[in-house]
């Protein structure tokens, strides 16, 4: 990914900050890096769920580490995003005990539903298919995640209520 293809308003707010310095203080001071991934959940939410390479680079500032180390890890986890997603973005577990179930099916009608490619914004902005690897639900295939919650045993028609639901406002994100 070009480091230029995606710009993002940074904002450290008080408030954000102060949560950040909070989390830090678990560690001893010569361990400050081991608050990396509380500290880019906390970040990640604040700039509307994707965490740029400015972003990124703010964060090794703040816990006094290389910017490499934190490209490292956000670059390796799928619930950290680099570029721009949707309001609600539908993270599909695309692992055995899913596939099994259907979830490639149902990922394709996802895809059909909202009129956008695996991976892709929809044209309204709202939401987004995506395919990650295992949530640990196995007993509850298909099942995907939206935002902080799990929507198991998913069929179509449990997802076309996902979509109204989402469409109505009366889907809720994070659990804080």
Not at 57 to 73: F, H
Not at 81 to 86: G, L, R, T
Not at 151 to 164: G, P, V
Request: hydrophobic letters at 35%; charged letters at 30%.
């Amino acid at each position: 990914m070009e480091r230029t293809q995606y710009k993002q308003e940074i904002n450290m707010t008080e408030e954000l900050m102060a949560r950040i310095n909070e989390l830090i203080s678990h560690y001893p001071e010569d361990k400050r890096k081991s608050a990396l991934l509380p500290v880019l959940h906390e970040v990640q939410d604040a700039h509307d769920n994707w965490l740029s390479f400015e972003l990124q680079d703010k964060v090794a500032e703040i816990l006094n580490i290389k910017p490499v180390e934190v490209y490292e890890v956000v670059s390796f986890y799928t619930m950290f995003n680099q570029k721009p997603v949707a309001k609600y973005m539908f993270e599909f577990c695309r692992t055995s005990c899913c596939a099994t179930r259907g979830v490639e099916d149902l990922m394709e009608y996802a895809c059909e539903k909202i009129g956008a490619e695996l991976g892709e914004i929809s044209s309204d902005g709202l939401f987004q298919v995506v395919g990650v690897e295992c949530l640990g639900a196995c007993g509850y295939a298909p099942m995907l995640q939206l935002g902080d919650f799990y929507h198991e045993k998913l069929t179509k028609e449990s997802f076309d209520q996902l979509i109204e639901d989402c469409k109505a406002g009366k889907i809720t994100l994070h659990d804080k």
